[in-house]
């Protein structure tokens, strides 16, 4: 009874890390992916609309989208910490 | 059942173990000089070379490595610091393109053959140059607006009700001071280690599934992806050395500028 219930703990540590560490990074990804997709194509409209303005429009794309990604870069990071 | 689950076995996925390697001279203390170390110091010794060996002889019409080195330089220049910061921006293109070329020889060491390892993967490297854009930043806030008024202009912005600073001063404080170091480096080290864990994993994958008769196919899309995966690692180290010389001047244009 002891030993099984000693496997039973193995196995629910040996299965529930790395799903755990699965869901820690695909859970930071949620937010951050909707977020750079929705700025991406927000910028794509605004150069669409004003191509003399894409160099700015890119220049701050890259900042928001460094910004947004920090939050799954994070997540990432948390993914190795859990152990 | 149990027992084969409380057991791992089959492929064995390489971790972040990867990232530490053994001591070639010294013990596994303060003075370790392991695979990584080397390549730290060549890295920071490709840097200057490529400067020096550009700059050293400069000719008006420039040829090779000088052509290469003045279009970095040119793109700091233009698309970076004045674009960022402004006129005041001409002052910091040295540091800029420095840390630009630095953080870019780093991240392709990852793709060059007989190296293959991204020096900014191990967190050193990125927590010290952003401790260093921390106190640039902050030196020449303090400088222009003086210790007081730099203080004020970033832990009160005016145009709030005064109420709001009980909210918006601590936000302020731990945003300006704490995180934007603390993601500068963690943007930059963890895109290093993911893609350095994607590719090892591929090119580990690939020889794991040759050693079977049975899963051999399956190899050659592993390989597909594994080279594939390559290019994209190029991409995303032009990108991080990008972004990371970006945020430097926003903050160092953040601390220039005034707001009103």
């Not at chain 1, 870069?73 to 152990?83: D, E, M």
């Not at chain 2, 057991?7 to 990232?19: E, K, N, Q, S, V």
């Not at chain 2, 010290?128 to 607006?145: D, H, Y």
Request: proline share 6%; aromatic share 10%; glycine share 10%.
């Amino acid at each position: 009874m002891v030993h099984s219930l000693g496997l039973l703990a193995a196995a629910v540590v040996n299965v529930g890390v790395p799903i755990g560490k699965g869901l820690v990074y695909g859970l930071a990804a949620i937010g951050p992916g909707i977020g750079i997709g929705f700025l991406v194509g927000k910028s794509v409209e605004a150069m669409a609309r004003q191509p003399e303005a894409a160099g700015m429009v890119r220049t701050t794309m890259f900042l928001g989208i460094a910004f947004t990604e920090a939050l799954a870069l994070i997540g990432f990071v948390l993914a190795f910490i859990v152990k | 059942m149990l027992a084969a689950l409380s057991g791992r076995a089959g492929f064995p996925a390489p971790g972040i173990d990867i990232l530490k390697t053994p001591c070639l001279w010294g013990t596994n203390g303060a003075l370790c000089v392991n695979r990584v170390v080397i390549y730290m110091l060549l890295a920071a010794i490709v840097t200057v070379c490529l400067f020096v060996l550009a700059f050293r002889r400069p000719s008006l019409v420039p040829r090779g490595l000088q052509n290469v080195m003045e279009a970095i330089v040119e793109f700091v220049r233009n698309g970076i610091a004045i674009e960022v910061i402004g006129p005041e921006g001409l002052a910091f293109v040295p540091l800029l393109s420095a840390i630009f070329v630095f953080v870019l020889v780093g991240n392709l060491f990852e793709v060059i053959p007989g190296i293959q390892f991204p020096v900014n993967s191990r967190t050193a490297i990125p927590v010290i140059l952003a401790v260093l854009v921390w106190f640039v930043f902050n030196i020449v806030g303090v400088k222009k607006q003086g210790g007081l008024g730099y203080i004020k202009s970033v832990l009160f912005p005016p145009g709030v009700p005064w109420p709001i600073y009980i909210l918006v001063t601590p936000i302020e404080f731990v945003s300006t001071f704490v995180l934007r170091p603390f993601t500068l480096f963690v943007r930059l080290s963890a895109n290093m280690i993911a893609g350095h864990l994607i590719l090892t994993i591929f090119f580990v994958g690939t020889g794991y599934l040759l050693g079977r008769a049975l899963t051999i196919p399956f190899a050659v899309p592993s390989f597909a992806l594994a080279v594939g995966l390559t290019g994209f690692e190029i991409l995303v180290s032009v990108l991080q050395a990008y972004i990371f010389t970006i945020l430097t001047a926003v903050y160092i244009g953040g601390a220039i500028h005034v707001e009103h």
